[in-house]
Structure formats: C-alpha cells, structure tokens
C-alpha cells in the first residue's frame, strides 16, 4: 500500500507498507529511508533491501514526485466535484424541557464540504461545554446537516447566538432565535385536521349504530335475525351502554389520543430554501434549488418561468429524511445563462402561510469589507491631516527664527551666511529624490509623509542641519 498527501503549505508526505496473509510485513520510513520489519520472515527482505539503498530511494522518488503528480491529476480531474462549495442555511428554534428551562436548537443544511464550525455563544463567551451537538450527516444530493443545543434560562434567550463558519461564507453566520409570527396556515390545518378526525369518527359511530340497527329486520326479515331482535329489544340497560359508549367513552378516547401525539403529529417545520447554480458547459448552466429542514414530509416545488409551470423540465429527487426527524429536497432545471432572472423556484408547505419564492442571487460584497476600507480612508487621512499641521507649524516656526536671526545680526551677514550655508540648506534648492538618497545613506529610518512641494525659488528657506544629509 502506498500514499501520498500534499498540504496546503506545500510540504509533501508519504507512506509505503507492505502486508502478507493479511498481516503487517514491512514498510518504509521515508524521512529516514529505513526498512521496519513486522515479524521475523520479513527480516529476511529487510536486509536483502538494506543492502540495495537505491531501492528506498526509488520508493522515496515515487512518492515524493510521481504520486503527487497523479494526485495533482486526479484532483484537476474531479476539482468541480471536490472542491465545489455551498453555502449552509441555518435557523434557530427553541423547545420546553421542564423545570423552568429551554432548548435552543441551531440547525444548518446543505453545506460542502464537510468541514464546518459551529458554536454557541452568550455575548463573546463560548459556550463548549453546555453545548450538545449531534455529528455531521450526509444528506442525499451530497451535502451535509448538523445541529446542536444548548440549555438556557428563557429570560437570558436574547443574549444567545449561534455562530456557523464555513469555507463557503465570507463572514461566519450568526443566528439567534426569532419568534415566529402568527401561521394561519398552520392553524388552519388544525382546526382542518381536528374537524376531520370528528367526521371520521362520528361517522364511524353512525355505521355501528346503522349496522346494529341493520341487525333488527322488518317482519318479512329471516326467522334468525327476529329471534335475535326480541332478545335484544327487552334488555334496555345493554341498549342504553353501547349507546354511551359510542357516544361519549368512545369519543373520549379519539381525544386523548390526538391529544397524545398532537406534539409529533401535528407539529410543523418551516423549510428553509436557497437557489444555486452550476455551469454545466454549451453556454449552458443548470439552477438548483434546495429545501430543507421542513415536517411533516409532504410539499410542492417547482419551477417557473414566469408565470409558466416547467414541470416536464424539471429534474427532482425523490424526499429523503433527515437526522432530526425533517425532510429535504431539490429539484433542478437546465437554462440558457441570459434568461436566468426569469426562473423562480416556488416552494408550498403547510407550515408556511403563503408559498416560498426563490431566485438566484450572486453573492454581494462583504460589508464588513467595505466598513473596513472606508475606516482605513478615514484613519489614513486624519493620520495624513495630522502630519501636513505638524509639518507646517514645524516649518513656520524655523522661518520665523531665520527671518529673526536674520534682523538681529544684519552687521555680521557675511559670517552668518557661511555658517547658514554649513549648518543649513534651502529646501526648494534639493529635489525630494536627493533628501530620499541622502537619508538612506545616512541609514536615518524615518516616516516620510508626500506632500506637494513649492517650485523651486517660491518656497520660504527650512533650516536643515547638514549633517543629517550628509
């Protein structure tokens, strides 16, 4: 058996192992290109291949330069398939668990690849260890689902987030539970749902009262039915239990157990939808939408182009169920890329008031992105404002000492004006490449701020010690 893995800083690794009648025989260290012998047969191999080092150098090439080269293949081969990513759909919900307490259940769908972070925080504080997650789980069309929970103190449920980072988000998704809003739909099917269950049931009770009732015939009925009928019609306390039975003990019953499974039977999940695409060549790409996380498991999806039904166009997996008891499902169709703001996928389901819509989006630029580049425009031109003000009052205050100097000492110009041309330069005399030279020269290391400089022969005289030029 041989491997080999590239990572992503470019370092390389590799495993060579042999085995015999399904056991370990002996294998290669390649760092240090030693032979390690499982038992005492391959001992014998051990040292026929210590005495030939260019056959662990061989094995070494192999899986240092070959292997990687068919790895790098194989990838570019099937890099459409394993290096595609979609991006997870989340939602929070929360559920009564006794004693005053709660469960907050964060739930995110339909993410590839596999690798996903996910936390729950309160504030900045992470919450790992009151946190109880389930593991990663493939769903049909090739993603993946997670969720996990936590137990909280209802009072404290607005100060909870779920965070979900993903290779496929720019930013991490943060989530936190919202209070649904009244379903009409939903309750609609309740009242729908009960007002059946009495049907069928009063209806059941009709049959058996219409059946027994059936059992006493008219005179011109068999002989065996009339005995049958005298037998019954004398015993009225008989008569008067059934009656009570069917009328109250049996409908008595019918209630507790919907009121029994009303949690599980009647409850609704809200399926969460997202449209992608995929180029699939021919100038053509397909549309994909994906819905996910929904109960109970029945739901109508299609796609539209415009108000036309593509049913015949469509291609759709079958529902398939997930982990934590929901349902998901995707359907997709073939498009030409310039009609793609035509189609709009429409999802219908008894847990949401009015159908889904969905079109395709392309993701907008990160807005953290921009803040973040208009506070660095902002930041560097305050930085920029503050160093011209130092600069210029730097530069007043040295004119107002020279034209001083300057009046106080008229008589001894000539003295003056040897040690100025010692001590001091004109700024417009020197060009900003030279000063630039001339510092680095001087190994000075400084924060140089560009600004425009005055023409030559306009600017006012900058005393600047020259030996720090020089």
Known sequence: ?????????????????????????????KETLTW????????????KVEAEPSVAQCFKAYLEEECIDWLK???????????????????????????????????????????????????EEILEHETFRRNIAPNSDGTYHVWLSIKIDPKERDLYQCHVDHASLPTPL???????????????????????????AAGSCFLIIRNRQARAPSSNGPISTQITKRKWDPDSASNQYLKAYLEEECIEWLQ??????????????????????QAIGDGQEVLICQAYGFYPKEIETMWRKE??????????????????????????????PKERDLYRCHIDHASLPKPLVLAFK??????????????????????????????????????????????????????????????????????????????????????????VLPKPGSGPDILIPTNRLA
């Open 73 to 123: 293949k194989y990838l570019d081969y099937g890099k459409e398939v394993l290096l595609r990513t979609e991006t997870p759909l989340g939602k929070v919900t929360r559920q009564a668990i006794g004693g005053g307490q709660e469960a907050l259940i964060c739930q995110a769908y339909g993410f590839y690849p596999k690798e996903i972070d996910t936390t729950w925080r309160k504030g």
């Open 362 to 451: 392309e993701h907008g630029v990160s807005i953290g992105l921009i803040v973040g580049v208009i506070l660095g425009v902002i930041m560097a031109a305050v930085l920029l404002a503050v160093g011209i003000t130092f600069f210029l009052k730097n530069r007043q205050k040295k004119a107002d000492y020279v034209a001083t100097s300057t009046s106080d000492k008229r008589s001894d110009s000539s003295t003056r004006g040897n040690m100025r041309s010692s001590w001091c330069i004109r700024w417009d005399q020197r060009t900003p490449a030279e000063i630039l030279l001339r510092i680095l020269y001087a190994k000075k290391f400084c924060l140089l701020l560009l600004v």
């Open 307 to 336: 108000e036309e039904s593509l049913e015949h166009e469509t291609f759709r997996r079958d529902i398939a169920p997930n982990s934590d008891g929901t349902y998901h499902i995707w359907l997709s169709i073939e498009i030409d």
């Open 256 to 277: 507790k157990y919907l009121d029994y499974g009303k949690k599980t039977l009647l409850r609704t999940e809200t399926p969460v939808g997202k449209v992608t695409r």
């Open 174 to 200: 943060v989530l936190a539970f919202k209070e649904p809003g009244v379903n009409v739909g939903f309750i609609t099917g309740i009242i729908l749902g009960v007002l059946i269950v009495l049907l069928v």
């Open 1 to 29: 058996m041989s491997s080999c893995e590239l990572r992503k800083d470019g370092s390389k690794r590799g495993h060579y192992q042999n085995a015999y009648d399904g056991r370990d025989f002996i294998s290669l260290d």
């Open 36 to 47: 390690t012998a499982a038992d005492t047969a391959a001992q014998v191999i051990k040292r």
